[in-house]
């Protein structure tokens, strides 16, 4: 098992940027694949960015690359999601994830262990 901490969220404004992190308590963190994934008020869960073991292979909704960039530092055993140019829609609860194995999932059926989350709220 793993148990995750997600931290950094907070109220931004429009065009801003922020940097979630999310840590994560094990002795095996290489043998997770990683996930973010956030939930608006009155919408389902969505799949952001996923990153391998070895943090070589990321995944992306679509509408997300270009702005949302993940990465984990396996000497911290930290996941990262680096939010760039903020809009009022990424207001959301964000969650890390993790799955046991190498690759990384849209789906989050595949995700076992997950964070309480993080709020995010981008002001207009």
């Known amino acids: 098992q793993v148990q995750l901490v997600e931290s950094g969220g907070g109220l931004v404004r429009t065009g801003d940027s922020l940097r979630l992190s999310c840590a994560a308590s094990t002795q095996t963190f290489t043998s997770y694949a990683l996930g973010w994934f956030r939930q608006a008020p009155g919408k389902e869960r969505e799949f952001i960015a996923g990153?391998?073991?070895?943090?070589?292979?990321?995944l992306y909704e679509d509408s997300l690359q270009g702005r949302f960039t993940i990465s984990r530092d396996n000497t911290k055993n930290t996941v990262y999601l680096q939010m760039n140019s903020l809009k009022p829609e990424d207001t959301a609860v964000y969650y890390c994830?993790?799955?046991?194995?190498?690759?990384?999932?849209?789906?989050?059926?595949?995700?076992?262990?997950w964070g309480q989350g993080t709020q995010v709220t981008v002001s207009s």
């Open positions: 990153v391998n073991w070895r943090g070589d292979r990321t």
């Open positions: 994830a993790a799955r046991w194995g190498t690759v990384s999932s849209r789906d989050e059926k595949y995700y076992r262990e």
